[in-house]
């Protein structure tokens, strides 16, 4: 009894997906083409959508605030800290231009001395510092308020 009924099962389903397979075959090659002119009227509307959506964004607004602050002095250097580390006056001028961006060729141009010296002083002002880099020195110089 079950055999037969699996049989019938089997049967029954071969029969309906062959009818299925043959309706789905007259139905694309009998209308093929609207079948595509519909498939190219989706891609273009949802292309239009997406371009209307992007070229109607509202842009993001950017407002800018003035915040009126109290007019800051000539900048002065910490001179405790100046002290506290033992920096002379030549190598705190040295670090200013170390933060200008010049080379040593071009401070000792600027300085009168020699490419030596400007390499002296800032191989004391690195240790003074405990810097490794010029970068470093820098950064350390205008957090201590040594330089501006």
């Keep these: 009894m079950k055999r037969q009924v699996l049989i019938y099962g089997l049967i029954g389903g071969l029969l309906i997906t062959v009818l299925k397979w043959t309706e789905y075959r007259f139905l694309v090659i009998e209308h093929s083409i609207e079948i595509y002119g519909a498939l ?4 273009f509307a949802g292309l239009g959508i ?3 959506q992007t070229l109607t964004r509202r842009k993001p607004a ?3 605030k003035e915040v009126p602050t109290a007019a800051a002095g000539p ?3 910490d001179e405790m800290r100046v002290s506290e580390l033992g920096i002379t006056a ?3 001028e040295i670090l200013g231009l170390i933060a200008s961006g010049l080379s040593n060729r071009e401070i000792a141009g600027r300085l009168f001395v020699s490419e030596n010296t400007v390499k002296t002083h800032s191989s004391r002002l690195f240790d003074k510092l405990g ?3 010029r970068t470093q020195a820098v950064q350390i110089g205008k957090t201590a308020r040594l330089i501006p």
């Design 40 to 43: 190219v009227a989706a891609l």
């Design 50 to 52: 997406w371009l209307g």
């Design 62 to 64: 950017v407002i800018l």
């Design 75 to 77: 900048f002065a250097a």
């Design 90 to 92: 030549r190598e705190l």
């Design 131 to 133: 810097a490794k880099r």
